[in-house]
């Protein structure tokens, strides 16, 4: 019993010191220093944080729109004080986002009406 427990701490340190040494290849030089190629992943990952975060903070100062959809008709609507528009991200794709009414961004939907409760509402093609 205790010749197993030798050999299992004895697997335990080559573990240890396998996983303490760097495999020189694309990310990491012979001496286990990062390599061009690790610098401009990590400079890639930080921006897109950055861009995710601006993003984020996008979509809570404009949130989404609501959408509707039945068989016959599909709509967009906002709260009070809000209209729905077309509004492009960083990356270039293009969500509904409710903007106060007093703001000029994005292109504004057409065909919309304003509720009893102030909701404004777009139907869709």
């Known amino acids: 019993m205790h010749e197993r427990r030798q050999t299992?701490?004895?697997k335990k340190q080559k573990q240890k010191a396998a996983a303490a040494q760097v495999v020189a290849g694309y990310f990491y030089d012979a001496k286990g220093q990062p390599t061009e190629a690790h610098k401009d992943f990590d400079e890639r990952v930080g921006k897109a944080r950055e861009a995710a975060a601006r993003q984020a903070l996008d979509a809570e100062k404009y949130p989404d729109c609501a959408s509707r959809r039945t068989?016959?008709?599909?709509?967009v609507s906002c709260k009070k004080g809000r209209?729905?528009?077309r509004r492009r991200t960083e990356?270039?794709?293009e969500r509904c986002a409710c903007v106060l009414e007093s703001d000029d961004l994005g292109q504004?939907?057409?065909?919309?009406?304003?509720s009893e409760s102030?909701?404004?509402s777009c139907a869709l093609g």
């Open 108 to 114: 504004r939907y057409e065909n919309c009406t304003v």
């Open 91 to 93: 990356t270039g794709a």
């Open 8 to 10: 299992r701490d004895k």
């Open 118 to 120: 102030g909701r404004t």
């Open 83 to 85: 209209v729905p528009v």
């Open 71 to 75: 068989q016959t008709a599909r709509s």
